[in-house]
Protein backbone atom coordinates (compact mmCIF):
# COMPACT_ATOMS: atom_id res chain seq x y z
CA UNK A 1 0.00 0.00 0.00
CA UNK A 2 1.41 3.62 -0.73
CA UNK A 3 -0.13 6.84 0.95
CA UNK A 4 -0.28 9.62 -1.12
CA UNK A 5 -0.58 12.99 0.89
CA UNK A 6 -1.79 16.14 -1.16
CA UNK A 7 -3.70 14.25 -3.39
CA UNK A 8 -5.76 16.69 -4.49
CA UNK A 9 -3.14 18.91 -4.87
CA UNK A 10 -0.36 19.27 -8.36
CA UNK A 11 1.68 16.49 -8.07
CA UNK A 12 -0.71 14.69 -5.81
CA UNK A 13 -3.89 13.89 -8.83
CA UNK A 14 -1.00 12.74 -11.20
CA UNK A 15 0.75 11.10 -9.12
CA UNK A 16 -2.46 8.70 -7.77
CA UNK A 17 -3.29 8.31 -11.25
CA UNK A 18 0.31 7.08 -12.46
CA UNK A 19 0.44 4.39 -9.66
CA UNK A 20 -2.91 3.25 -9.99
CA UNK A 21 -2.39 2.93 -13.59
CA UNK A 22 1.09 0.49 -12.63
CA UNK A 23 -1.82 -1.70 -10.75
CA UNK A 24 -0.59 -0.35 -7.18
CA UNK A 25 -2.59 -0.28 -4.55
CA UNK A 26 -3.09 3.51 -3.34
CA UNK A 27 -4.53 5.09 -0.27
CA UNK A 28 -5.03 9.07 -0.88
CA UNK A 29 -5.17 11.35 1.86
CA UNK A 30 -6.98 14.46 1.75
CA UNK A 31 -9.06 16.92 4.62
CA UNK A 32 -12.06 16.79 2.74
CA UNK A 33 -13.09 13.54 1.24
CA UNK A 34 -16.49 14.55 -0.13
CA UNK A 35 -15.03 17.42 -2.51
CA UNK A 36 -11.45 15.48 -3.30
CA UNK A 37 -12.93 14.08 -6.64
CA UNK A 38 -10.23 11.66 -6.32
CA UNK A 39 -10.55 7.96 -8.50
CA UNK A 40 -12.78 5.45 -6.86
CA UNK A 41 -9.83 2.84 -7.44
CA UNK A 42 -8.01 4.30 -4.30
CA UNK A 43 -8.87 4.44 -0.61
CA UNK A 44 -9.26 7.84 -0.21
CA UNK A 45 -8.94 8.56 4.05
CA UNK A 46 -9.58 11.85 5.47
CA UNK A 47 -6.61 13.48 7.32
CA UNK A 48 -4.51 16.42 8.12
CA UNK A 49 -0.75 16.17 8.30
CA UNK A 50 -1.14 18.71 11.48
CA UNK A 51 -3.49 16.88 13.05
CA UNK A 52 -1.42 13.91 14.60
CA UNK A 53 -4.66 11.93 15.95
CA UNK A 54 -5.41 11.44 11.89
CA UNK A 55 -2.12 10.19 11.22
CA UNK A 56 -2.25 6.84 12.65
CA UNK A 57 -5.38 5.15 10.46
CA UNK A 58 -4.21 7.24 7.65
CA UNK A 59 -0.63 5.23 7.66
CA UNK A 60 -1.52 1.89 8.89
CA UNK A 61 -0.66 -1.07 6.78
CA UNK A 62 1.09 0.94 4.14
CA UNK A 63 4.89 0.51 2.88
CA UNK A 64 5.71 3.30 1.23
CA UNK A 65 4.63 7.32 1.52
CA UNK A 66 4.95 10.01 -0.65
CA UNK A 67 5.09 13.11 1.50
CA UNK A 68 3.96 16.43 0.29
CA UNK A 69 3.99 18.99 3.65
CA UNK A 70 2.49 21.73 1.84
CA UNK A 71 0.74 22.08 5.08
CA UNK A 72 4.40 21.72 7.03
CA UNK A 73 7.90 22.53 8.82
CA UNK A 74 10.55 20.38 10.59
CA UNK A 75 7.57 20.32 13.54
CA UNK A 76 5.09 19.04 11.52
CA UNK A 77 7.46 16.65 9.19
CA UNK A 78 8.71 15.19 12.41
CA UNK A 79 5.25 14.11 13.70
CA UNK A 80 4.15 12.37 10.17
CA UNK A 81 7.86 10.74 10.03
CA UNK A 82 7.20 9.48 13.72
CA UNK A 83 3.56 8.18 12.92
CA UNK A 84 5.15 6.29 9.57
CA UNK A 85 7.94 4.53 11.58
CA UNK A 86 5.10 4.11 14.08
CA UNK A 87 2.95 2.50 11.00
CA UNK A 88 6.19 0.24 9.50
CA UNK A 89 6.44 2.44 6.68
CA UNK A 90 9.55 1.17 5.17
CA UNK A 91 10.04 4.16 2.61
CA UNK A 92 9.61 7.97 2.17
CA UNK A 93 9.41 10.16 -1.16
CA UNK A 94 9.80 13.28 -0.27
CA UNK A 95 8.53 16.50 -2.33
CA UNK A 96 11.18 19.10 -1.82
CA UNK A 97 12.03 21.77 -3.48
CA UNK A 98 15.33 22.82 -5.97
CA UNK A 99 15.79 25.34 -3.06
CA UNK A 100 17.56 23.38 -0.92
CA UNK A 101 21.74 23.08 -1.76
CA UNK A 102 23.05 22.28 1.21
CA UNK A 103 25.27 24.76 0.59
CA UNK A 104 25.89 27.92 3.16
CA UNK A 105 23.62 29.98 0.73
CA UNK A 106 20.79 27.96 2.08
CA UNK A 107 20.94 30.05 5.59
CA UNK A 108 19.84 33.02 3.18
CA UNK A 109 17.01 31.08 1.60
CA UNK A 110 13.88 30.91 3.09
CA UNK A 111 12.49 28.35 1.04
CA UNK A 112 15.96 26.26 1.10
CA UNK A 113 15.52 26.33 5.59
CA UNK A 114 11.36 25.39 5.15
CA UNK A 115 12.74 22.14 2.90
CA UNK A 116 15.69 21.56 4.46
CA UNK A 117 14.29 21.18 7.34
CA UNK A 118 11.49 18.33 6.43
CA UNK A 119 14.71 16.66 4.46
CA UNK A 120 16.27 16.36 8.00
CA UNK A 121 13.76 15.16 9.53
CA UNK A 122 12.63 12.47 6.79
CA UNK A 123 16.64 11.29 7.28
CA UNK A 124 16.51 11.00 10.89
CA UNK A 125 13.72 8.34 11.04
CA UNK A 126 15.75 5.94 9.31
CA UNK A 127 13.88 5.21 7.07
CA UNK A 128 14.51 4.82 3.19
CA UNK A 129 14.07 7.51 1.41
CA UNK A 130 14.09 9.82 -1.75
CA UNK A 131 14.03 13.47 -2.17
CA UNK A 132 12.44 14.70 -5.00
CA UNK A 133 13.47 18.40 -5.58
CA UNK A 134 11.59 20.34 -7.63
CA UNK A 135 12.47 23.32 -9.55
CA UNK A 136 9.60 26.34 -10.35
CA UNK A 137 6.31 24.35 -11.43
CA UNK A 138 4.66 25.27 -14.48
CA UNK A 139 1.13 25.23 -12.70
CA UNK A 140 2.52 28.40 -10.70
CA UNK A 141 1.47 29.99 -13.93
CA UNK A 142 -2.36 29.64 -13.07
CA UNK A 143 -1.52 32.42 -10.57
CA UNK A 144 -2.13 34.04 -13.80
CA UNK A 145 -4.91 32.74 -15.41
CA UNK A 146 -7.50 35.30 -14.24
CA UNK A 147 -5.55 38.48 -15.98
CA UNK A 148 -4.84 36.68 -18.74
CA UNK A 149 -8.69 35.90 -19.22
CA UNK A 150 -9.56 39.32 -18.19
CA UNK A 151 -7.23 41.01 -20.85
CA UNK A 152 -3.96 39.41 -21.29
CA UNK A 153 -1.88 41.70 -19.15
CA UNK A 154 -0.18 40.17 -16.26
CA UNK A 155 1.47 42.28 -13.84
CA UNK A 156 4.65 41.26 -11.65
CA UNK A 157 7.60 42.45 -9.47
CA UNK A 158 10.23 40.61 -11.74
CA UNK A 159 9.18 39.81 -15.69
CA UNK A 160 12.59 38.93 -16.06
CA UNK A 161 13.68 36.64 -13.57
CA UNK A 162 14.42 32.87 -14.82
CA UNK A 163 13.16 29.23 -14.12
CA UNK A 164 13.10 26.15 -15.69
CA UNK A 165 9.56 25.35 -14.81
CA UNK A 166 8.48 21.62 -14.53
CA UNK A 167 5.27 20.10 -15.47
CA UNK A 168 3.65 18.24 -12.32
CA UNK A 169 2.88 14.94 -14.61
CA UNK A 170 7.06 14.91 -14.75
CA UNK A 171 7.43 15.09 -10.80
CA UNK A 172 4.31 12.81 -10.17
CA UNK A 173 6.55 10.11 -12.96
CA UNK A 174 10.09 11.18 -10.97
CA UNK A 175 8.27 9.71 -7.62
CA UNK A 176 6.13 7.03 -8.71
CA UNK A 177 9.59 5.50 -10.22
CA UNK A 178 11.20 6.36 -6.70
CA UNK A 179 7.98 4.62 -4.85
CA UNK A 180 7.42 1.44 -6.92
CA UNK A 181 11.18 0.74 -6.94
CA UNK A 182 11.87 -2.62 -6.92
CA UNK A 183 15.82 -2.06 -7.38
CA UNK A 184 16.82 0.07 -4.62
CA UNK A 185 18.66 2.46 -7.10
CA UNK A 186 16.47 5.31 -5.72
CA UNK A 187 17.15 5.13 -2.34
CA UNK A 188 19.37 8.02 -0.44
CA UNK A 189 19.31 10.03 -3.91
CA UNK A 190 18.21 13.57 -3.83
CA UNK A 191 16.62 14.42 -7.69
CA UNK A 192 16.94 17.71 -8.63
CA UNK A 193 13.53 17.56 -11.10
CA UNK A 194 13.68 20.40 -13.20
CA UNK A 195 12.00 21.22 -16.95
CA UNK A 196 13.77 21.40 -20.43
CA UNK A 197 14.41 24.96 -20.46
CA UNK A 198 15.17 28.19 -18.57
CA UNK A 199 12.66 30.66 -19.30
CA UNK A 200 12.07 33.84 -17.77
CA UNK A 201 8.30 34.90 -16.56
CA UNK A 202 7.90 37.03 -19.86
CA UNK A 203 8.88 34.10 -22.03
CA UNK A 204 5.69 32.15 -20.23
CA UNK A 205 3.50 34.43 -20.19
CA UNK A 206 4.10 34.84 -23.79
CA UNK A 207 3.92 31.02 -24.38
CA UNK A 208 0.83 31.02 -23.03
CA UNK A 209 -0.35 34.14 -25.40
CA UNK A 210 1.19 32.01 -28.49
CA UNK A 211 -0.55 28.65 -27.42
CA UNK A 212 -4.28 30.60 -26.64
CA UNK A 213 -3.78 32.26 -30.11
CA UNK A 214 -4.29 35.64 -27.83
CA UNK A 215 -2.26 38.57 -26.99
CA UNK A 216 -0.54 38.96 -23.68
CA UNK A 217 2.13 41.16 -22.09
CA UNK A 218 3.64 42.07 -18.77
CA UNK A 219 3.42 45.04 -17.11
CA UNK A 220 6.25 45.32 -13.84
CA UNK A 221 4.57 46.84 -10.71
CA UNK A 222 6.45 46.97 -7.71
CA UNK A 223 7.54 44.43 -4.94
CA UNK A 224 5.04 46.22 -2.45
CA UNK A 225 2.33 46.59 -4.64
CA UNK A 226 1.96 42.93 -5.87
CA UNK A 227 2.74 41.31 -1.61
CA UNK A 228 -0.45 43.84 -0.83
CA UNK A 229 -2.32 42.96 -3.67
CA UNK A 230 -1.63 38.75 -3.70
CA UNK A 231 -1.42 38.31 0.15
CA UNK A 232 -3.96 35.58 1.02
CA UNK A 233 -4.57 34.27 4.92
CA UNK A 234 -2.36 31.23 3.68
CA UNK A 235 0.04 33.25 1.74
CA UNK A 236 0.49 36.48 3.92
CA UNK A 237 2.51 39.71 2.32
CA UNK A 238 6.06 39.04 4.02
CA UNK A 239 6.24 35.30 2.20
CA UNK A 240 5.16 36.76 -1.06
CA UNK A 241 8.07 39.47 -0.43
CA UNK A 242 10.70 36.89 0.57
CA UNK A 243 9.91 35.20 -2.71
CA UNK A 244 9.61 38.19 -5.26
CA UNK A 245 13.63 38.84 -3.37
CA UNK A 246 14.33 35.21 -4.36
CA UNK A 247 12.98 36.12 -7.77
CA UNK A 248 14.93 39.42 -8.22
CA UNK A 249 17.96 37.36 -7.57
CA UNK A 250 17.13 35.16 -10.75
CA UNK A 251 16.97 38.30 -13.49
CA UNK A 252 19.43 37.80 -15.90
CA UNK A 253 20.34 34.55 -15.03
CA UNK A 254 20.00 31.28 -16.60
CA UNK A 255 17.90 28.56 -14.54
CA UNK A 256 19.94 25.22 -13.95
CA UNK A 257 18.30 22.54 -16.25
CA UNK A 258 18.52 18.63 -15.10
CA UNK A 259 18.14 15.41 -17.27
CA UNK A 260 16.44 13.40 -14.27
CA UNK A 261 13.28 12.87 -15.78
CA UNK A 262 14.82 11.34 -18.99
CA UNK A 263 17.26 9.69 -16.84
CA UNK A 264 14.71 8.47 -13.69
CA UNK A 265 11.25 7.70 -16.37
CA UNK A 266 13.59 7.30 -19.91
CA UNK A 267 11.12 10.16 -21.22
CA UNK A 268 12.22 13.52 -21.71
CA UNK A 269 10.92 16.47 -19.69
CA UNK A 270 7.59 18.31 -20.71
CA UNK A 271 8.10 21.31 -22.26
CA UNK A 272 5.92 24.43 -20.33
CA UNK A 273 4.22 25.00 -23.45
CA UNK A 274 2.90 20.91 -23.55
CA UNK A 275 1.66 22.31 -20.02
CA UNK A 276 0.14 25.33 -21.06
CA UNK A 277 -1.80 22.76 -24.16
CA UNK A 278 -2.74 20.96 -21.41
CA UNK A 279 -4.41 23.75 -19.29
CA UNK A 280 -5.31 26.14 -22.08
CA UNK A 281 -8.81 26.43 -20.70
CA UNK A 282 -7.89 27.78 -17.61
CA UNK A 283 -6.41 30.87 -19.57
CA UNK A 284 -9.13 31.41 -22.18
N1 LIG B 1 5.19 25.88 -6.41
C1 LIG B 1 6.46 25.60 -6.67
O1 LIG B 1 7.05 26.11 -7.63
C2 LIG B 1 7.18 24.64 -5.80
C3 LIG B 1 8.49 24.24 -6.14
C4 LIG B 1 9.15 23.32 -5.32
C5 LIG B 1 8.52 22.83 -4.19
N2 LIG B 1 7.24 23.26 -3.89
C6 LIG B 1 6.60 22.72 -2.68
O2 LIG B 1 5.55 21.88 -3.08
C7 LIG B 1 4.61 21.78 -2.02
C8 LIG B 1 3.19 21.79 -2.60
O3 LIG B 1 2.95 23.01 -3.15
P1 LIG B 1 1.69 23.36 -4.07
O4 LIG B 1 1.50 24.82 -3.88
O5 LIG B 1 1.89 22.81 -5.45
O6 LIG B 1 0.47 22.68 -3.38
P2 LIG B 1 -0.36 21.42 -3.81
O7 LIG B 1 0.44 20.19 -3.50
O8 LIG B 1 -0.91 21.56 -5.20
O9 LIG B 1 -1.61 21.54 -2.83
C9 LIG B 1 -1.49 21.43 -1.47
C10 LIG B 1 -1.94 20.02 -1.03
O10 LIG B 1 -1.67 19.90 0.34
C11 LIG B 1 -2.82 19.38 0.98
N3 LIG B 1 -2.85 19.95 2.32
C12 LIG B 1 -2.79 21.26 2.67
N4 LIG B 1 -2.88 21.38 4.00
C13 LIG B 1 -2.99 20.11 4.50
C14 LIG B 1 -3.10 19.56 5.80
N5 LIG B 1 -3.15 20.34 6.90
N6 LIG B 1 -3.17 18.22 5.93
C15 LIG B 1 -3.17 17.42 4.85
N7 LIG B 1 -3.05 17.87 3.59
C16 LIG B 1 -2.95 19.19 3.43
C17 LIG B 1 -4.01 19.77 0.14
O11 LIG B 1 -4.98 18.74 0.24
P3 LIG B 1 -6.52 18.91 0.78
O12 LIG B 1 -6.89 20.35 0.62
O13 LIG B 1 -7.29 17.99 -0.13
O14 LIG B 1 -6.45 18.44 2.19
C18 LIG B 1 -3.42 19.77 -1.27
O15 LIG B 1 -3.53 18.49 -1.87
C19 LIG B 1 4.96 22.88 -1.03
O16 LIG B 1 5.62 22.31 0.07
C20 LIG B 1 5.92 23.75 -1.81
O17 LIG B 1 6.85 24.43 -1.01
C21 LIG B 1 6.57 24.12 -4.67
Redesign the pocket.
Known amino acids: MIVV ?9 SLVDHLLAEGAAVRA ?4 PE ?2 GLPAEAETVR ?5 PASLGPALHGADALFL ?5 GGD ?1 ARTVVDAAVKAGVRRIVL ?5 VSEGPQDADNF ?1 AR ?2 GA ?1 EDAVRASGLEWTFV ?5 A ?2 ALQWAEEIREGGVVRDPHPGAA ?1 S ?2 H ?1 DDLAAVAGAALLDTTGAHAGQAYVVTGPASLTREDQVATIGRVIGRPTRVETIPEEQAAEERATPGVPKEVLLQLFRLFATAVGTTAPVTDTVERVTGRPARTFEQWVEGHAADFR
Do not use: F, K, W
Request: a neutral charge; proline letters at 2%; charged letters at 15%.
Open positions: TGATGNIGRLTRDRAADLTDNLAAGANSSIALMHVRGGAYANTPVE
